[in-house]
């Protein structure tokens, strides 16, 4: 099964961009899927995530202006950002964990000019 992340691009500050994840085929048992972003020259961080019961966490630095979803039947997981900073420039890696099974998409990447 593979990730196949979309939807980054350039934006400018304060703009919005919606990230798209799907999974080639269903991934049954999913615990969680999330977010994770890497900006150049830092280490990958989580940025959101959602567990199998519909809970949400964000990072600090994005809460109140990220939001992610997810459709359980197709595996597919959906992150929406408003309001945009260039420090949120990085590539987006989407992640999914089913038992002790990482999957990892190949990255998008978003870019915020200022």
């Known amino acids: 099964v593979q990730l196949q992340a979309s939807g980054g691009g350039l934006v400018q500050a304060g703009g919005s961009l919606r990230l798209s994840c799907a999974a080639s085929?269903?991934?049954?048992?999913?615990?969680?899927m999330a977010w994770y972003r890497q900006a150049p020259g830092k280490q990958r961080e989580l940025v959101a995530s959602?567990?199998?019961?519909?809970?949400?966490d964000y990072a600090d630095s994005v809460q109140g202006r990220f939001s992610i979803s997810r459709e359980v039947v197709k595996t597919t997981m959906y992150l929406q950002m408003n309001s945009l900073k260039p420090e949120d420039t990085g590539f987006y890696y989407c992640?999914?964990?089913?038992?002790?099974?990482?999957?990892w998409g190949q990255g998008t990447l978003v870019t915020v000019s200022s």
């Open positions: 992640n999914v964990i089913q038992g002790t099974v990482n999957y």
């Open positions: 085929a269903r991934i049954s048992g999913v615990k969680r």
């Open positions: 959602i567990t199998a019961g519909g809970t949400t």
